[in-house]
């Protein structure tokens, strides 16, 4: 019997939760977890989790999977149009990097051998924004238990690094 996504999306997300919970792991390895899963689970080729701080205007990779560091350092998506979406709380989704105007480095996106991307944004706190990303190598219409698995995982990471950051104020050895 093969299982449908829906089960191993349940699945894997009572594992994130169960991590979080747990309080052993780093944070990075958490979000790690959290964005290989999302890669893996969608068909994608990566993912990655930005950050986006209050008083900053650079998104910063906290969790990477799936992509090179060239290709993470091009600036391939245009990120002053990607902050007004994440402030907004805008689901970004680009089916066809070579026709979409929000993509601001187009040869980057080929040589890595993307197409398209799907972007969902979260608040972490009043000051801290998110962006969950996930690379695609063709065309992607994502379906409803795609965006639903998707939404969680980004929620699951926002409460990651909430919990982390109470652990750190309360002087809680080693999480960062």
Known sequence: ?????????????????????????????????????????????????????????DLKVVSAFGLSKKYLNSGAIDSGRSITEIMEGDIMIINDFEKDPRVHNREAARREGLAAVIGIPFTVNETTYAILRVYFTSKKVPNHDEMYFLNSLGKLACLAMERSAMHELRGGPGHT
Do not use: C, P, W
Not at 11 to 28: C, H, K, M, P
């Open 1 to 57: 019997m093969t299982e449908s996504f829906s089960e191993i999306a349940s699945f894997a997300l009572s594992r994130v939760i169960d991590v979080i919970y747990q309080n052993e792991e780093d944070l990075g390895d958490v979000l790690h977890f959290i964005v290989s899963l999302a890669a893996e689970l969608t068909g994608a080729k990566g993912s990655t989790l930005r950050v986006l701080e209050h008083g900053s205007f």
